[in-house]
């Protein structure tokens, strides 16, 4: 189907202009996406939201957690933002969480990992695997169910949930009822070689490869193994024995086979898999939820999701 009419409106012109990543830098991008995305309007309402923080080697991870109401005992679902491991924050995925707060009713847990360049691989992961943990560890403190967990993240933090979902279960950590991957980058295939990228990576579709090229440059650090799972968890040997996963993909997405491809990879090892392309969407369209219809109605299926898999 054509690009949806709302996401054209909303992005104009803008998307046939393809950026000159040679004069970007990471302060001026962080600066001009905050701009636009972080969240001050604290909106939809929810119960409460309290800022604290995970004790860590190195100092202190944020963490927000969001309540649908006063009581205890809810299941609780880890939110990564996504950003290609060097932008974005918590403040740009509140609305997200809020939202999957109120319309699944559980807590949520919006996750401030390290960035790159200051943080480069393999400290985003260890740090969503470490978040996990803590919040496994400290599940009676923050109200919680503990055996009621799930991870989700978008792009980068898409990610990361799966990077996680794979780490709990070789260190046997944290058990996990759900993980939900949406447009996530994986490394099940090569990037460059997908009929997606082709079609979208190249301007006109938000996210270009010339983008992608410039967050792999400020994550990587020297040395990095490309079959290391918590790079690419898509190049796993063993997918089995995983959380269920929950897969969404964008049609007009220069990721989405990657992401496709990893849900098909999963579902061959048997782990239970849902994949939904979503049509006529972009690259980050959850994002723009309150903007666009699709976006709002993909976050209340998941969370319909959630319900679904925190009742048992």
Not at 67 to 77: E, K, Q, V, Y
Request: glycine fraction near 8%; proline fraction near 7%; charged fraction near 20%.
């Amino acid at each position: 189907m054509p690009l949806d009419p709302q996401v054209a409106a909303y992005y104009g012109d803008s998307l046939n202009t393809l950026p000159d990543m040679s004069a970007v830098t990471v302060e001026g991008t962080r600066q001009a996406v905050d701009a636009v995305y972080n969240d001050k309007a604290q909106s939809p309402a929810v119960y409460s939201v309290q800022d604290k923080s995970i004790p860590c080697p190195w100092g202190e991870m944020p963490i927000r957690v969001y309540r649908p109401d006063a009581l205890t005992g809810h299941g609780a679902l880890l939110y990564f933002h996504g950003g290609g491991f060097v932008i974005h924050n918590i403040a740009s995925h509140d609305s997200i969480c809020r939202k999957l707060c109120r319309d699944a009713g559980v807590v949520v847990l919006n996750v401030g990992y390290r960035l790159a360049p200051e943080a480069p691989f393999p400290a985003a992961p260890e740090d969503a695997y470490r978040a996990l943990c803590w919040v496994y560890e400290n599940a009676m403190a923050l109200g919680i169910d503990g055996s009621r967990l799930a991870v989700m993240g978008d792009s980068a933090g898409a990610s990361l949930s799966a990077v996680a979902a794979q780490l709990t279960r070789d260190r046997k950590g944290p058990p996990l009822r759900l993980q939900i991957l949406c447009y996530a980058p994986t490394g099940a295939l090569e990037l460059r070689e997908t009929q997606s990228l082709k079609d979208f990576g190249h301007g006109g579709y938000v996210l270009s490869q010339p983008q992608l090229d410039w967050f792999y440059e400020q994550y990587l650090s020297k040395g990095a193994d490309p079959d290391d799972i918590r790079l690419n968890p898509g190049r796993a040997k063993d997918l089995s024995g995983l959380a269920p996963a929950l897969c969404y993909t964008a049609e007009f997405d220069p990721l989405r086979d990657d992401g496709e491809a990893y849900a098909a990879l999963l579902s061959q090892a048997g782990t239970p898999v849902k994949l939904r392309r979503v049509s006529g969407m972009m690259h980050g369209f959850l994002m723009l939820w309150e903007r666009f219809d699709t976006g709002r109605a993909t976050l209340e299926e998941i969370a319909g999701e959630l319900k679904a898999a925190f009742r048992s």
